[in-house]
């Protein structure tokens, strides 16, 4: 269908050229997903994820432009929601990184290809087992067990 | 293979978390001796609205394996939907609280012992059952022995009313010693109480515990189908009941110990005995239903571990949420506040949560990636925005008629 131009050809306003392979926006299908670990057990939820320029160097004082092509380096998760929620940065020492060599899968959850209990982000899972739940009686019981 | 009959049990434990927990056994009770059946026309539509979205969220459950509150935050980012799960929190909880309370109230009624004494009795055995019992053993105990209740419907019967009388009241207008402001407040918490939003928390989180595949949306539609108009159905009942004892006799209901009265009219001891079984059951469901629920929400909101199939060590934080707040309910109980009266102000919480909770549930429904070929059919779409045009409505007015009528006086 031929559709009438008034004005100059506006770039922005251009449809992407169709690319190989499944294009994902990084806010609709990664942020805020569910990240699951290879078993299907819930990892974290993911709060951010990190950029870095194909040939390797990290991004100079950490701003991108859309000059050069950028691949993502890792998703990022941790106790930031106070940030995410009122604004602002939390230190790079607050984030968990999960490599996004681990992924493997994006749909409605991002899928790892590892196990979560050897993961950054899950400590404070571990610590609340280890110090809390795990030595209430039957807290290791399985309940789909026979008993 | 499991029975036909035990696969409804999830669906019916819903309902009964929804229509027949502590305070809705009492506000159904209360608007039948106000209002006779004039208010029976809120919990049909409530009834239609429940089955419609809890029916997109198990749905979305069978299919993707992602719960409601999962879904929530991925669509409505951290900031909204953080503001849903603070408001969804205090709905629960303060439900939660009515329930222990409510617990404690049926085996008073049992057994002549104090109910503050059994309170820590009912929170401890609410834990024992979430931190040990298998979910489908635990669903389907409660969900049987619940329909007990459907004694409220035999009572209807046994005390042989004026049917013409009662069919009347069905279409009635605002009764003549009650002003309009105090009658859609009721309507409004009558509709709130039937589409609370922790039912399609604990429904969808529960087809992910059953283990639901797209092969289970046939079981998925049965348990809405059975459950919820079974749950709407007894509410119904109790109102009727209290409509023929209560309301010619003027007896204006505020505990739970008056429900008892046109059991006993019509039954005897007998009725009044399966009555109190029902009592306690649905009560502790509805606490199971809401504790369980708080820990759903917390769990799928921050990105943790959570179910009642996996071993607690599995879900560590999952369970420490639950602690907490049954340590909480039982807190707010031992100060002696009327466990009733506090989930009134639920109200004003739900009228937050409601429409953010059932907009993301819509618009998923809707969402190929999610769904593939099992996206809403229009009918489907038509009535999800029907209800919640009208869920916004009876969420705008709820919080100035609640103010107006001192929570209906």
Redesign the interface.
């Known amino acids: 269908m031929r559709r009438g131009r008034t004005g100059p050809r506006d770039l922005a306003r251009e449809p992407e050229p169709r690319q190989p392979g499944r294009i994902l926006d990084a806010r609709l299908h990664l942020?805020?997903?569910?990240?699951l670990d290879v078993d299907e057990?819930?990892?974290?939820?993911l709060?951010d994820i990190e950029l870095e320029l194909v040939d390797g160097e990290p991004a100079a004082d950490g701003r991108i432009d859309s000059s050069k092509p950028v691949v993502i380096a890792a998703l990022l998760?941790g106790p930031v929601?106070g940030t995410?929620?009122f604004g602002g940065r939390p230190p790079a020492s607050r984030w968990y990184r999960l490599a996004w060599g681990h992924v493997a899968d994006v749909?409605?959850?991002v899928r790892l290809g590892v196990h979560?209990a050897d993961l950054d982000a899950t400590w404070?899972?571990r610590w609340?087992?280890d110090h809390?739940?795990?030595r209430?009686p039957?807290?290791?019981?399985?309940?789909?067990g026979s008993g | 293979m499991k029975s036909r009959l035990l696969t409804v049990a999830l669906g019916v434990l819903t309902a009964i978390g929804g229509f027949l927990d502590a305070g809705d056994l009492v506000t159904n009770a209360v608007v039948g001796s106000r209002f006779g059946l004039s208010l029976a026309w809120v919990v049909a539509v409530g009834v239609l609205g429940i089955c419609v979205f809890a029916h997109m969220s198990g749905k979305v459950a069978a299919v993707s394996g992602r719960a409601t509150f999962e879904i929530i935050r991925e669509r409505l980012g951290p900031r909204t939907a953080g503001l849903n799960l603070v408001a969804s929190l205090a709905v629960t909880v303060l439900t939660l609280i009515a329930e222990v309370g409510g617990i404690a109230l049926a085996l008073q009624l049992a057994s002549s012992v104090d109910h503050r004494l059994w309170v820590p009795v009912a929170a401890l055995a609410v834990w024992l059952v979430l931190w040990r019992v298998k979910f489908n053993v635990m669903e389907n105990v409660t969900g049987l022995l619940g329909l007990a209740l459907v004694g409220f419907a035999v009572a209807v019967f046994l005390l042989g009313p004026d049917w013409g009388d009662l069919g009347a009241q069905l279409l009635q207008q605002v009764p003549v010693q009650e002003s309009a402001a105090v009658y859609w407040y009721f309507a409004v918490a009558l509709f709130g109480a039937a589409m609370t939003p922790y039912e399609v928390f604990f429904f969808s989180s529960g087809g992910v515990e059953d283990g639901w595949t797209p092969r289970d949306l046939a079981t998925s539609r049965l348990n809405v189908l059975v459950g919820f108009p079974l749950g709407g159905l007894l509410s119904i009942a109790i109102a009727a009941c209290a409509a023929i004892v209560l309301l010619p006799a003027r007896i204006r209901v505020d505990s739970m110990s008056q429900l008892i009265l046109p059991i006993s009219e019509a039954g005897g001891t007998l009725l009044v005995a399966v009555i109190i079984v029902g009592l306690v059951a649905a009560t502790f469901g509805a606490a199971l239903e809401t504790a369980l629920s708080t820990g759903y929400t917390l769990s799928q909101y921050l990105g943790w571990s959570w179910g009642k199939f996996r071993r607690p060590a599995q879900a560590p934080r999952f369970h420490l949420a639950m602690i907490l707040a049954l340590v909480v309910a039982v807190g707010v109980l031992m100060t002696n506040v009327d466990p009733i009266a506090v989930t009134e102000y639920s109200v004003v919480f739900s009228a937050v949560a409601l429409p953010l909770t059932y907009l993301p549930i819509l618009v998923v429904a809707n969402d190929p990636e999610y769904m593939g070929e099992h996206v809403n059919g229009r009918a489907m779409n038509l009535l999800g925005t029907v209800y919640l045009v009208i869920l916004v409505v009876a969420a705008l007015a709820a919080i100035p008629l609640m103010i107006a009528t001192e929570a209906g006086g």
């Open positions: 942020l805020d997903r569910q990240v057990v819930p990892v974290c939820t709060d998760t929601l995410r929620i749909g409605t959850a979560g404070l899972e609340t087992r809390v739940i795990g209430i039957g807290g290791t019981h399985d309940p789909e």
